[in-house]
């Protein structure tokens, strides 16, 4: 089976350009989280959706961010406009349930704003 | 105060050698607990669940204390394939999950 499918694997883009990430959760899964990880901050969870509704978003940083899922085998994070703070190793996951279940990573977008 | 913190570390342990790692947490609604490793560039993967009771997976020990809001693995018998960032995740029912900074074990021949 297909684990957590994330493009693309590395992004480099100039400050104030828009960056769009994408994620395909496994499938049958009904929940989706997007984190971003930085030597100071750690593993941050920015926003998770059950079935396609986004539930919390109280970690997503600042207007710059948004998060869609259109369906449920696809989602994007779009920083617009980003900036040299925004680099950091953006990770998709996705699970079954929240609570006791597992959360399975993709293998993170790591992108850096010059 | 973090909601999850651990030892940073790192751990530098020859091999064979028995480590433990310790995480504490301040939620008091949480209610699911783990262990997952994260090698260098790589995503985090789940190593093991912790149960009230404590569990044993190998050579891999989780043990927690909800009164003392505690969590620890223990790893015996430590391998060079170990070396890794050990990451404590706290799960509320709610959905929100806060995963701890880390801790870095090196294991040496």
């Known amino acids: 089976d297909a684990g957590v499918i994330q493009s693309p694997r590395h992004e480099v883009t100039e400050m104030g350009q828009e960056v769009t990430l994408r994620c395909k959760p496994i499938?049958?899964?009904?929940?989706l989280f997007w984190y971003r990880q930085t030597m100071m901050r750690g593993l941050e969870l920015l926003i998770y959706?059950?079935?396609?509704?986004?539930?919390?978003d109280s970690g997503m940083p600042e207007d710059r961010f948004s998060a869609k899922m259109p369906n449920a085998s696809f989602s994007t994070l779009k920083i617009q406009p980003s900036e040299p703070r925004d680099s950091a190793v953006y990770f998709c996951?996705?699970?079954?349930?929240?609570?006791?279940?597992?959360?399975?990573f993709g293998p993170g977008t790591r992108l850096t704003v010059t | 105060r973090k909601e999850v913190e651990q030892d940073p570390g790192p751990f530098n342990v020859p091999e064979g050698a028995t480590v433990a790692f310790n995480c504490t947490y301040s939620?008091?609604?949480?209610?699911?607990f783990f262990w997952y490793r994260q090698d260098c560039r790589k995503e985090p993967k789940l190593l093991m669940s912790?149960?009230?009771s404590g569990n044993e997976d190998g050579r891999f020990t989780a043990q927690l204390n909800r009164a003392s809001q505690y969590i620890s693995l223990l790893i015996r018998d430590s391998k060079l394939s170990d070396s890794a960032t050990y990451l404590c995740?706290?799960?509320?029912?709610?959905?929100?999950?806060?995963f701890g900074d880390g801790t870095t074990l090196t294991v040496k021949p």
């Open positions: 996951a996705s699970s079954l349930g929240v609570g006791q279940y597992e959360q399975y």
């Open positions: 939620n008091s609604a949480s209610q699911s």
């Open positions: 499938s049958g899964h009904d929940y």
């Open positions: 912790v149960y009230s």
């Open positions: 959706f059950n079935n396609n509704v986004p539930i919390d």
């Open positions: 995740v706290v799960n509320t029912n709610a959905g929100k999950s806060t």
